[in-house]
Structures are given as C-alpha cells and as structure tokens.
C-alpha cells in the first residue's frame, strides 16, 4: 500500500521536528483515510450524490441509514478481515517489497556501497491505522453481527504473533514511542465507540423500538463526556516532558560531556524543508502529488 509511504513523505515535506512527530502525523491521516475509503465509502450505495444529498437534507435519518447499511454489508467486512490478516500478514513477513528494493538498490543506485541493513525501524504510521480500523469494525459489527467476533479475534491473535516476531528480532529500534501514539490510539477506539452508539441507535429504530433508541443517547452524551475528561485528565501526560525526567538526561550528559555538543546540535538540528533550496525539492512535492491523486481516485 503506497498511500502511507506518500503521507509521510508529504510529512517530511511540511517540516516537522522529529521522524516520530513525521509518523505520528501520518498515521492520523492513513487512519482518517482508511476510515473514509474503506468503512464509509463500502456503505453507501448507489450514487455517492445522492447519498451524500439525502444525508445532508434528512440528517435525522442517518442513523437508521447507517444500521440499515452496517447490515447489509456484513459479508464484505468478515472478507475484508480475513483478506487483510491472511495476505497482510504474510507480506508483513516475507517482507518481499523490501527484498525487491535491496536487490535493485544494490545492482544499481547503492552497487559499491557498503553493506546496510534494508529493515528499517516498526513502520507505525502503516500498522497503527490498519489495526485501528480493524478495531474500529469490529466494534461497529459486535452489536449487528456478532458472528464477525471469532474472525477478528483471529486476526488480532495471528498479527500478535507476527508483531512480537517482526519487533524482537526483525525491525531496529530507530527511536522510543514513549507511549506518544496512545492519545491517537484512544481517539480511534472512541471514533469506533461513538459509531457503534450511532448504529445502535439506528438499529433500534429499524427494529420499531423506540424506547430503546431513546435509551442509547444518554449513552452517547455520557462517551463523549468521558473523552473529554480523559483529555483534560491524561492527554497532559503525554504533551508534556516530566522534569524528572529532563533532569535525568541532563544529568546523564553532563556526566558524558556531552552537554554542549547536545546543546549546540538543538541549536542548528531542525531546518524548514521550504526554505532549504534544494533541485529535488520541486519534483519531489509533484510527484508526492501525482501518487495521492492516484490513489484517491483508484
């Protein structure tokens, strides 16, 4: 899949200060566009206008649409899982896109070079989205097609195995998560949560229970409710560094000698990618351009 590869080349492009907040910034987009390409655009039928249209005009019937479309598209989900554990975690293993690249790289472009390794670090801005999206159907479905469950217990069980094995002894650690895609992992399960309430509320209707339907709100109001607390309570947590912490770093360099070296490093370590002139600079931007466009309208 190449459109995670052109978000975080975009992510390079737009000038972040670190490969982590690079990452980080494309797995929220690779998430938004799964959720859009492979969830919503699977449910709506017919034509996309239409659709959209009647939506915009009847938004108090979009429920009952989502559940009626949830439904029908069961079958399309359990294979869909199935496909993305089945071959998506075999490539995961054999790695062959990699293989091909070293190949090629190293009878053409890297031929005399010396030998590197061709695995680079847990390409989180690629596994994160994908697992989240599975999370995410998988709590829409538990209410309208439980028998989907088993399948997606399945999937987590094999990509547990295969992760453990690709973390251990394949991929290098090219730098510490320190917890930073937790608050982004909890968002995606509280999307999955506030759909599942959504469908719930539709499928009460279809089903003429009323009461119920009018049941599932408060449960709704009370979701969001404790997402915001969980931000106002937990997400500081995770935006601000602890001073204990940069003490002991500090404490660490100093010991080393390497305080200012650190310190002059931080001065002249980050440079807008926009202002470094560079030939490539141009043709890289048309062509990270030319591979979304390609693969949104594929």
């Given at each position: 899949?190449?459109?995670?590869?052109?978000?975080?080349?975009?992510?390079?492009?737009?000038?972040?200060?670190?490969?982590?907040?690079?990452?980080?910034?494309?797995?929220?987009m690779?998430?938004?566009?799964?959720?859009?390409?492979?969830?919503?655009?699977?449910?709506?039928?017919?034509?996309?206008?239409?659709?959209?249209?009647?939506?915009?005009?009847?938004?108090?019937s979009?429920?009952?649409?989502?559940?009626?479309?949830v439904?029908?598209?069961?079958?399309?989900?359990v294979?869909?899982?199935?496909?993305?554990?089945?071959?998506?975690?075999?490539?995961?293993?054999?790695?062959?896109?990699?293989?091909?690249?070293?190949?090629?790289?190293?009878?053409?472009?890297?031929?005399?070079?010396?030998?590197?390794?061709?695995?680079?670090?847990?390409?989180?801005?690629?596994?994160?989205?994908?697992?989240?999206?599975?999370?995410?159907?998988?709590?829409?479905?538990?209410?309208?097609?439980?028998?989907?469950?088993?399948?997606?217990?399945?999937?987590?069980?094999?990509?547990?195995?295969?992760?453990v094995?690709?973390?251990?002894?394949?991929?290098?650690?090219?730098?510490?998560?320190?917890?930073?895609?937790?608050?982004?992992?909890?968002?995606?399960?509280?999307?999955?949560?506030?759909?599942?309430?959504?469908?719930?509320?539709?499928?009460?209707?279809?089903?003429s229970?009323?009461?119920?339907?009018?049941?599932?709100i408060p449960?709704?109001?009370?979701?969001?409710?404790?997402?915001?607390?969980?931000?106002i309570?937990?997400?500081?947590?995770?935006?601000?560094?602890?001073?204990?912490?940069?003490?002991?770093?500090?404490?660490q360099?100093?010991?080393?000698?390497?305080m200012?070296?650190?310190?002059?490093?931080a001065?002249?370590?980050y440079?807008q990618?926009?202002?470094?002139?560079?030939?490539?600079?141009?043709?890289?931007?048309?062509?990270?351009?030319?591979?979304?466009?390609?693969?949104?309208?594929?």
């Amino acid at each position: 899949m190449l459109f995670p590869f052109a978000m975080l080349g975009m992510d390079k492009l737009g000038g972040s200060i670190s490969k982590s907040r690079e990452e980080i910034k494309a797995c929220n987009m690779v998430f938004y566009f799964l959720v859009g390409n492979v969830f919503f655009l699977s449910l709506i039928s017919g034509s996309l206008l239409d659709e959209l249209g009647e939506y915009f005009t009847h938004p108090r019937s979009i429920p009952s649409h989502l559940a009626s479309a949830v439904s029908a598209q069961a079958d399309f989900f359990v294979t869909y899982i199935l496909t993305d554990g089945l071959s998506g975690f075999s490539l995961e293993i054999l790695q062959p896109g990699l293989l091909v690249w070293d190949a090629v790289k190293s009878r053409t472009a890297g031929r005399g070079d010396e030998e590197n390794p061709y695995l680079y670090s847990l390409p989180y801005f690629r596994i994160i989205p994908s697992v989240s999206l599975s999370i995410l159907i998988g709590m829409v479905y538990a209410v309208v097609a439980p028998l989907m469950l088993p399948f997606l217990v399945g999937y987590f069980y094999l990509g547990y195995v295969v992760y453990v094995n690709q973390i251990e002894d394949v991929y290098e650690t090219a730098y510490d998560t320190c917890g930073q895609y937790w608050p982004y992992v909890h968002h995606y399960i509280f999307i999955g949560i506030i759909l599942m309430q959504i469908t719930m509320i539709g499928l009460f209707g279809l089903k003429s229970k009323p009461s119920a339907s009018i049941a599932t709100i408060p449960l709704l109001l009370l979701t969001i409710m404790f997402n915001e607390y969980c931000k106002i309570r937990f997400l500081p947590t995770f935006r601000h560094y602890s001073v204990k912490d940069a003490v002991e770093h500090d404490e660490q360099d100093r010991n080393f000698g390497e305080m200012e070296i650190n310190c002059e490093n931080a001065r002249s370590a980050y440079c807008q990618p926009n202002f470094a002139t560079t030939k490539l600079h141009g043709i890289k931007v048309y062509f990270l351009a030319a591979i979304g466009f390609f693969i949104v309208i594929s």
